[in-house]
């Protein structure tokens, strides 16, 4: 074995021992009445905990042309475990407007995942689900109506009491 692999390894064991170490202590900071933002693809979230397993998230994603935004409502089954696992349901309204076209809409999803702590105000999140969506055409008057599946990933900083 040579000694660059050897540093490696034992690099990535002193870092891994150090994330996990420092998430233990983590999640009583994340309770009723912390607020957080986060980053996800290609928009921001605002978190609010209503209690330490209830918490709701105002969304916005913004692409060219396109805007959703909306409402998402999370349930974490394992407050104070090492990882937190969560499933949930989002609303929101969605705006396009193309070449040809220019609308109006609504998507509803359903989705489970988890969350990381790296240290007591970030984590990274991912989650997915099925997602109901529906739009509709102001000029044509046409609707599209369909299920997609959704991954979401996010970075999120949160603000303690």
């Known amino acids: 074995m ?8 034992v690099l990535f064991c002193l ?5 996990t170490f420092t998430a233990t202590f983590v999640y009583g900071e994340v309770a009723k009445g912390n607020f957080g ?5 290609p928009g921001i979230g605002a978190r609010y ?15 060219k042309d396109i805007f959703v935004g909306g409402l ?9 475990a090492k990882y937190l696992l969560f499933a949930g349901l989002e609303g929101d309204f969605v705006t396009f407007k193309g070449d040809d076209s220019k ?3 609504f998507a509803g999803e359903l989705f489970v995942g988890g969350e990381y702590f790296f240290n007591k105000s970030f984590s990274v999140q ?6 109901l969506v529906s739009l509709k055409d102001d000029d044509t008057s046409e609707s599209v109506n369909g299920l997609e599946y959704v991954v979401n990933f996010a970075i999120n900083y949160y603000f303690g009491k």
């Open 2 to 9: 040579s000694k660059k692999l050897v540093l490696k390894s």
């Open 15 to 19: 870092l891994f021992s150090e994330f």
């Open 37 to 41: 933002i986060g980053v996800n693809y």
């Open 49 to 63: 905990f209503f209690s330490d397993k209830i918490s709701a998230e105002l969304k916005g994603q913004i692409e």
């Open 72 to 80: 998402r409502g999370y349930y974490y089954f394992s407050p104070q």
């Open 103 to 105: 609308g109006t809409g």
């Open 126 to 131: 991912l989650d997915l689900g099925p997602a």
